[in-house]
């Protein structure tokens, strides 16, 4: 079946200005995930779903960074006034179910450049 | 802020080869998980250990886990240059969901 997938697949800004990335889940998978990669480094938490609404959103650097889920399916992580260092590749995950030891199925990603 | 640091940071070895991955972590954790990461392919889950398992086994990858000394290892038999990749372990806490923290990687390269 169909993955996770993730538009556009590359998307170039400029300083200052506001940025939409979408995430479709796998059919049925309850919960969703946003991660940021950095060059050379693993993925770094910024939230997570389960249905509808934002578990936890800790990982989320600061208040440009809003993400919405609501239909329980497709993902739209929001950043606003982007700057320089927002540049990275933005992931997004989904699984089955929320909880321990399910796996997370990864989209190929957002690379995202501000420029 | 990552848990997981993966050891070493890079590795090169010959096709046919073992290569072996270690990941340490510094909280308690449920699960360990390791991912490979190549270009163009976006991340792929490998295995899941359970805090409460010591070793797994799938196809040609082993990996081990040792609560105690909080670190794991990931062994790939035979390599071949299709292994060549980033390879990150990943740690969910001990809170009771998932929010999973990933190493820095190993950086792999299998020469044909």
């Known amino acids: 079946g169909a993955g996770v997938s993730q538009t556009p697949s590359n998307k170039v800004t400029e300083k200052g200005k506001y940025v939409e990335l979408r995430c479709d889940p796998i059919?049925?998978?309850?919960?969703l995930y946003w991660y940021r990669q950095s060059l050379g480094q693993g993925p770094e938490f910024l939230i997570y779903f389960q249905g509808t609404g934002a578990a936890d959103d800790s990982g989320l650097p600061n208040d440009r960074f809003f993400a919405v889920r609501p239909e329980g399916s497709v993902s739209t992580l929001k950043i606003q006034r982007t700057e320089r260092g927002d540049s990275a590749v933005y992931l997004c995950?989904?699984?089955?179910?929320?909880?321990?030891?399910?796996?997370?199925?990864f989209g190929p990603g957002t690379r995202l450049t501000v420029t | 802020s990552q848990q997981g640091e993966e050891d070493p940071q890079a590795l090169s070895i010959q096709e046919g080869e073992n290569a072996t991955m270690n990941c340490s972590y510094k909280?308690?954790?449920?699960?360990l998980q390791w991912y490979r990461q190549n270009s163009g392919r976006g991340l792929v889950h490998l295995i899941l250990i359970r805090s409460n398992e010591r070793e797994k086994h799938s196809g040609r990858l082993r990996v081990t886990l040792d609560t105690s000394k909080k670190s794991s290892s990931l062994l790939i038999t035979a390599s071949r240059a299709a292994d060549t990749a980033s390879y990150f372990c990943a740690t969910d806490g001990s809170g009771g969901y998932q929010k999973v923290t990933f190493g820095i990687g190993t950086k792999l390269q299998v020469i044909p």
């Open positions: 995950a989904s699984s089955l179910q929320a909880g321990n030891g399910y796996e997370q199925y």
């Open positions: 909280t308690s954790i449920n699960n």
């Open positions: 059919s049925g998978h309850t919960a």
